[in-house]
């Protein structure tokens, strides 16, 4: 059984295209390369499925971008070959090399955004996060292999109209989790 990585989500939903936090979203000067699931600050963060820890790394920094905190990602490759990107969180509570059971904690939702330092030269898609009130989500990602350190990639965007031939979109995917997750429930 798959599961919903964020369990105390607002919404088990997955944004609809052209949606905040959607994938593949226009934000005028880049791309987001996964869907966000917003969240509580410190919500546990699981793992959908079985795999191996590829990596844990920072995601965000204020090093890159003022308005940012620091965040870290978890990449998972699962059973199956899948690449799973797990991001803005927290802390990781897993390093490379861990195997990991679908459903264990893995991380926790961090505070992605330092809403006082956005402003009106931040960008609009930014703006409009904070205007809702929104600094905390897990982003995640789906590969079909591993992208170590893409170019024109940064925060989970890619900053060109071309989707890159390893992104794929996991709005299928997680639909297919929330299905097994309400037909278990019954």
């Known amino acids: 059984m798959k599961h919903w990585p964020v369990p105390e989500s607002s919404n088990k939903s997955i944004p609809e295209d ?4 959607s994938f593949w979203e226009n934000r005028s000067d880049r791309r987001h390369a996964g869907v966000d ?4 600050i410190d919500s546990d963060v699981i793992a959908i499925e079985d795999g191996t820890v590829l990596e844990v790394a920072e995601f965000t ?5 003022p308005y940012w905190n620091v965040t870290y990602s978890i990449i998972i490759e699962t059973a199956d070959g899948k690449i799973q990107r797990f991001a803005e969180l927290r802390d990781a509570v897993v390093k490379a090399g861990d195997e990991v059971k679908g ?7 961090g505070h ?3 809403l006082d330092k956005i402003n009106e030269t ?11 009130g929104v ?5 995640f990602e789906l590969h079909n292999r591993f992208p170590g350190n893409p170019d024109k990639y940064l925060g989970g965007n890619f900053f060109q109209e071309e989707q890159p031939d390893h992104l794929v979109n ?3 995917y997680l639909r297919k989790v929330i299905e097994e997750n309400s037909s278990s429930e019954k």
């Open 135 to 139: 600094s905390s989500m897990l982003h």
């Open 61 to 65: 920094s204020p090093d890159l971008i």
């Open 103 to 109: 459903g264990q904690v893995i991380g926790h939702i």
């Open 170 to 172: 996991p709005t299928d």
């Open 122 to 132: 931040s960008p609009m898609y930014i703006q409009k996060l904070k205007n809702a």
């Open 18 to 21: 052209g949606v905040r936090g």
């Open 112 to 114: 992605v955004l330092d």
């Open 37 to 40: 699931m917003y969240a509580p």
